[in-house]
Structures are given as C-alpha cells and as structure tokens.
C-alpha cells in the first residue's frame, strides 16, 4: 500500500534561512510523482513543486527545492531564505502513475512558523 | 489563482440534512477529484471521475455520492449529516490521471451543527 510518512508536526525556522521538511514514502510502483502543497491558514492548497521518479535531477521552483533520494525513498522539500509569509502547513504527496487512478495519497502534514 | 471553482465557500446545516457541494474544474481538465480535511483525519481522498465516469473511489462513505456531468462539472452530495462531516471539502482537477499535480480549488468548509 502507498503511504506518505512526514514525522516533524511543527517546525520552526528563523526568518531568512532554509529549513527542511522531511518526506519519506512507501510504493512498490516503478513509475509515481512526489508533489508538495501549501496551505496558509486561509485553507487553499497551493502546488509547490514535483519530482518524477525518473527523474535524475532534484527538481527547484525558485526558492524550493525537493531533495530526492530514490533509494532511502525521501523527498525532502528544502525552502531556501524563509519569509514570513512561509508561514503555513505543508503537504507531501505522491501519486502512483502505474495503473489508471491517478489520485494524490498525503502526508499528515508539517506546520512551518517563520520567526522574525 | 487555480482555474478550479468551488461553491459554496462556507456551508452551515444541521444533523440528518442534506447538501450539494459544486465543483467546476479548469478549463480542459477532465479529471476530477474529491477530497475531504477534517483534524483529525487529514486529506482524505474520496473520489475520482474522469471525463464522466467514476475511475476511483477511496474513503467516502455510503451517505455520500458524486457525479460528473458531460460539462464536466462536478457535484459531491452529502446526506444525512452527521456533526463528524463537518470538514473542509475540496475538488482538485488534472488534464489526465497518469501524469502533473493536481490543481485544487479553495475548498468548500461544511460544518455540520
């Protein structure tokens, strides 16, 4: 069964520097994405970034960037330079592409508070 | 701004009634899908249709039912409320089921009194 572990509920980081939020899954599919969502305290789900599993290159979006290691199968999401309006609850996600359902499986969630 | 409307925004009822939640995906999207974040349960995916018929079901209940129309719109109906359906509800849409993320509408907040 699929399944997405993210073991930090809260993480807090100073305003400015990078912070890590860590991602491990559990698939026995060859082929799936790993997605990161956003979501502020106004509830909307906010894409951030995705890393196919064929990927050979970490995917960057700007200030993210997911640090894929296939073989522990992690898929951290490193957010350089924090500001303020990181502040928000972060979601990891995969979605397998071997079969015909195409639904994203989540994480529980890691709540980021930037200092200032 | 995801392309992915979802009305209404804020929903208050009472036990035993029954709601519609609408979803109008992006523009070309033909997959839609219906989840459900509650506290205590997290994002709970319920049900996937694409281009009109149901490709997926996870957690939904039997009280609950969708479908997806030939404009491709969605509707998810809940019935018989109880006060643990009170959840944010949302619909996210992709162009196919095997390939890019998920665009997510603002959610539908149901709460159940």
């Known amino acids: 069964a699929q399944k997405i572990t993210q073991t930090q509920p809260g993480m807090f980081v100073q305003e400015k520097e990078a912070v890590t939020l860590d991602c491990t899954y559990d698939t026995s599919d060859q082929s799936y994405g790993l997605f990161w969502y956003k979501q502020p305290s106004s509830g909307e789900m906010i894409f951030l970034i995705y890393q196919g599993s064929y990927d050979e290159q970490n995917a960057t979006e700007g200030r993210y960037s997911l640090n894929f290691q296939k073989a522990r199968k992690s898929a951290n999401l490193v957010i350089s330079a924090s500001q303020l309006g990181d502040s928000a609850m972060y979601f990891c996600?995969?979605?397998?592409?071997?079969?015909?359902?195409?639904?994203?499986?989540f994480g529980k969630g890691t709540k980021l508070s930037v200092k200032p | 701004d995801s392309g992915v409307t979802q009305t209404p925004k804020h929903l208050i009822t009472a036990t035993g009634q029954r709601v519609t939640l609408r979803c109008s995906p992006r523009?070309?999207?033909?997959?839609v899908y219906w989840y459900q974040q509650s506290l205590d349960q997290g994002l709970q995916f319920l049900i996937q249709?694409?281009?009109?018929?149901?490709?997926a079901k996870g957690n939904i209940l039997e009280r609950f039912s969708a479908q997806q129309f030939p404009d491709l719109h969605s509707e998810l109906n809940l019935s018989s409320l109880e006060l643990g359906d009170s959840a944010l509800y949302f619909c996210?849409?992709?162009?196919?089921?095997?390939?890019?993320?998920?665009?997510f509408g603002e959610g539908s907040r149901l709460t159940v009194l």
């Open positions: 996600a995969m979605r397998d592409y071997g079969g015909s359902q195409g639904n994203l499986i």
């Open positions: 996210a849409s992709s162009v196919a089921t095997g390939a890019g993320e998920l665009f």
């Open positions: 523009s070309g999207d033909l997959s």
């Open positions: 249709y694409y281009n009109g018929e149901e490709r």
